[in-house]
DNA sequence: GGCACAGATGAGAATGATTGTCGAAATCAG
DNA sequence: CTGATTTCGACAATCATTCTCATCTGTGCC
C-alpha cells in the first residue's frame, strides 16, 4: 500500500538548486540561496530550505549539523567514499583522512544492539606542527 | 599576565545543576531545566544554558548536536575510561560502546601529519528497536 | 494547444532554541 | 562584616528554520 515518494515536480526553482550544488562544498541553506540569488536568481529562502531538504530525502545531498546548529548541505556524490578531517584547533587547517575500518566497524556495533539506520560523525582535532611552534596550545 | 580561565563560583545554582546531572543521558537545556523546576528548584533558564556551557568548556560535561540542531548534555565522568556513545534518533536512549581500535588509530594519524595533543569525539546514532517498532524513522 | 488541479513558490509571520541585557542578589577576599 | 565582582533570573532580542496563504505553474487529459 502506499506510493513510496510522491516524486517532486521540476520546476526552474528545484533546476536552480541542482544546478547551483556543483560545488563541493558543505554550505548552509542560507548561503546557497544566497549564491543563487548573487547569480540572478530570485528564488525565495523558504524554497531553499524545502528544495533542499526534498534532496536530502531523496539522498541526492548530504546533510549535517553543525556544531553552532545550522545545518549544512552539499551535493552527494554518489559512490563517493566516505571521509573525515583532521582539524587542527589552533589556525583550523583541516587534512582528509580515511577510516575504513571504522566504517565496517560502526555497522558491527550497530547490529549488536538491533540499531538501525546507523549514522557516524568523527571530530578529530589536534594542534598542527605550525601552531605547535607558535606555542599556541 | 592574565589568568586562564576565571573560575567560576560556586552557587547554589550551579550546584544543583550538577547534583541534577547524575542521570546519563543525554537531554537538552531545556530539558535539564524542566528536571530542576520539577524538582522544586527556581532556576532560571537561562543560567542552566550558562551553566552547561561552561561545564562544557571545564569537560565536565559532554554536548552533542542532534539533528533537529538542539544541543544536548550528559555529566562526563571524570576519570572514566574513554568510551563513546550509540545514541537513538528516535528517543535519545544512548548505549556505551568501546572504540579501542580506534584509540590507537587516531593516534597513528596525528603522527602522520605532525599533529600533537588529539582529541577525539565519535557520534554514533541509529533507530533503537523500540522506536523502529514504533515507526519512528 | 488548452484546461483543471494538485503541488510548488515567495513574502512575511510564526516558532523554537539559544543568547544578550540589566537591575537585584549572592559569593569570596580581606 | 563589607565591598567588589560575579552570577542570577526575567524577559527581550536574535538566528535558523518552518509555517501560512494567496498566487503561480508543471503535468495529465482532451
Given at each position: 500500500?502506499?506510493?513510496?515518494t ?8 528545484r533546476r536552480?538548486i541542482?544546478e ?17 540569488r ?5 528564488i525565495?529562502?523558504?524554497t531553499?530550505y ?5 534532496l536530502?530525502d531523496?539522498g541526492?545531498v ?10 549544512l548541505y552539499r551535493r552527494c ?5 566516505h571521509?573525515?578531517h ?6 583550523g587547517?583541516a ?9 565496517a ?6 547490529e ?12 578529530l ?9 607558535a606555542?599556541?596550545?
Open positions: 500500500m502506499s506510493a513510496a510522491p516524486a517532486p515536480r521540476m520546476t526552474r526553482q536552480e541542482l547551483a550544488l556543483d560545488t563541493r562544498d558543505f554550505r548552509s541553506a542560507q548561503a546557497w540561496h544566497e549564491r543563487l548573487s547569480e540572478g536568481s530570485t525565495g529562502l523558504a531553499v524545502r528544495g533542499l531538504q526534498s536530502a531523496q541526492e548530504d546533510a549535517v549539523v553543525a556544531e553552532s546548529g545550522e545545518t556524490e554518489a559512490g563517493e567514499e571521509h573525515h583532521l582539524r587542527c584547533r589552533g589556525c587547517k587534512v582528509e583522512i580515511d577510516v575504513p575500518e571504522f566504517e566497524f560502526a555497522h558491527r556495533i550497530a549488536q544492539h538491533s540499531y538501525g539506520d546507523i549514522q557516524h560523525t568523527i571530530e582535532t589536534g594542534i598542527c606542527p605550525e601552531c605547535a611552534a606555542g599556541k596550545d
